[in-house]
């Protein structure tokens, strides 16, 4: 599958990843970052740049995508939907000219049941098999260090939801926990398993 690569700064992602706003919908742990650092390091690094008109400053999307909740920071707002729908046109994400070694991001098309997480995985069955389908249609994928740090699936009609990986989660201290929410009710959801049956029995 082919992927869409951009690097990522490591001192602007190492601050994201350290703090956060506190989300509606959140978990907690010991460590916790007061919202507001987040909120201003996203306006200063807006404020450094200045792209074309209609231009998207790729480094404060890669911020945002990284971010706990990129929907309760109000800079993050206009340029992700900015993007999302961009990506919808099949246009590649923005790129950030900091570069920093084994920090990226990289966008690719869902394909269920193989790139798409189960609990938003729909089938049902064809002529020749089960046919599936995704509930969203793709996926941003930040890279921190070399390792999966977040990645947030999106739709056509501009939704998203964002998987952290447990680095991320232990990093933040408060992140949107809708993914996680999702994939808990549809685990409840499943069937229990059929009871064993001893052979002879």
């Not at 706990?68 to 999302?84: D, E, H, T």
């Not at 947030?152 to 991320?168: H, K, Y």
Request: one cysteine or more; charged letters at 15%.
């Amino acid at each position: 599958m082919e992927e869409q690569r951009t690097n990522l700064e490591p001192a602007v992602t190492h601050r994201v990843a350290t703090l956060g706003p506190a989300a509606g919908n959140a978990k907690r742990t010991p460590r916790i970052a007061p919202a507001a650092l987040l909120a201003t390091s996203v306006a200063l690094l807006g404020s450094l740049a200045s792209p074309p008109a209609h231009a998207v400053d790729g480094c404060l999307v890669l911020l945002c995508f990284a971010a706990p909740n990129w929907r309760a920071i109000p800079q993050c707002v206009p340029p992700i939907k900015a993007v999302l729908r961009d990506l919808a046109r099949g246009r590649p994400l923005p790129t950030c000219a900091m570069a920093g070694g084994g920090n990226s991001a990289s966008h690719a098309w869902a394909s269920a049941p193989a790139f798409c997480p189960p609990q938003y995985t729909r089938s049902f069955e064809g002529e020749s098999g089960p046919i599936y389908s995704c509930d969203y249609n793709g996926a941003v994928s930040v890279a921190v260090r070399g390792a999966p740090f977040a990645r947030t699936w999106w739709t056509m009609a501009g939704d998203t939801v964002t998987e952290f990986s447990p680095a991320a989660k232990a990093q933040f201290g408060t992140w949107d926990t809708r993914f996680d929410d999702d994939y808990a009710a549809w685990l409840g959801a499943l069937p229990p398993p059929a009871p064993l049956i001893e052979p002879g029995s």
